[in-house]
């Protein structure tokens, strides 16, 4: 059984992830993904087991938080909705290429790649500079095709909603203001997302050494508790960012996304650290 000290930590994640994807445009997995690995681990679940149920049920919670985020963004005029369909299309097909690859690799493999991921990206943020050049957003439907089927497959592969990836690219190669990249990245997040939960779900279908309440690696429990708190602290996020500037959450975000990389990695366990 599941500890009320595990409920609340859930229960608070949840509230964070929203808060930051609806404000950053971000799925917030760098905070969900280890602390559900934590909650599993702790409760007797296999480590390989543990990081594939994170990566599907981290993917299932990002989609109603995405669709809850995306609604606001849009009543703010700021998703392009025609470059975001292109990229969530594409990205789908692909999600179940990288479950499908994730499915098939051990666990300390898979915590290397997604520890490996949140450093790259926690270095996009930190480098993104979010300053428009004169002009429209790029709109070539191949460009967003190749990118959707990269989006895709990195989504899958390590359980990520794409964001991370998608708002410093959409800012610095495709002209996006810093509020329509939010934006979009949100909307595709949502095609991202459920592509992602689907491949898990159908891929961790009959294993063995599952927590209880799962479907595939799809965890409905964990999902309820993050799920409740993360979509209506979307709607507050993303009403939040049409307020103030970022900026200034950012490197906290940097801070904690290199925190959780470096963890889900090894290294502080190698240095002999207890953090």
């Not at 025609?82 to 479950?99: C, E, P, V, W, Y």
């Not at 190749?146 to 959409?170: E, K, Q």
């Not at 909307?187 to 997302?193: E, G, K, N, Q, W």
């Not at 939040?240 to 290294?267: C, D, E, N, Q």
């Amino acid at each position: 059984m599941i500890s009320i000290m595990y409920i609340l930590a859930l229960l608070i994640t949840g509230a964070l992830v929203g808060l930051v994807s609806g404000m950053l445009g971000v799925g917030g997995c760098f905070i969900m993904i280890p602390v559900q690995y934590w909650v599993l681990t702790a409760m007797g679940i296999d480590p390989t087991i543990a990081i594939r149920v994170a990566f599907g049920t981290n993917l299932l919670v990002v989609f109603p938080t995405a669709l809850s985020g995306s609604i606001r963004h849009h009543k703010k005029e700021v998703v392009l909705w025609r470059q975001a369909i292109i990229l969530g299309l594409t990205s789908i097909a692909f999600t179940f290429a990288g479950a499908w690859v994730a499915s098939n690799l051990p666990g300390s493999v898979l915590k290397i790649i997604f520890g490996s991921a949140i450093l790259l990206g926690a270095l996009r943020m930190a480098t993104a500079h979010p300053i428009r050049v004169e002009g429209e957003p790029h709109a070539n439907p191949l460009t967003y095709i190749f990118l959707g089927a990269v989006f895709g497959f990195v989504t899958g592969l390590v359980g990520i909603g794409g964001g991370v990836l998608m708002v410093p690219l959409m800012v610095i190669f495709l002209n996006y203001h810093m509020h329509e990249a939010v934006g979009t990245s949100t909307a595709v997040m949502i095609f991202t997302s459920l592509g992602g939960a689907i491949a898990y779900m159908i891929y961790g279908l009959n294993v063995s050494g599952l927590p209880p309440y799962s479907v595939g690696y799809i965890n409905l429990l964990q999902w309820i508790l993050l799920a409740g708190t993360s979509i209506p602290m979307a709607q507050v996020g993303a009403h939040t960012a049409h307020r103030i500037h970022p900026k200034s959450l950012k490197w906290v975000f940097i801070i904690v996304m290199v925190y959780m990389g470096l963890k889900m990695i090894g290294v502080f366990s190698w240095l002999g650290l207890p953090i």
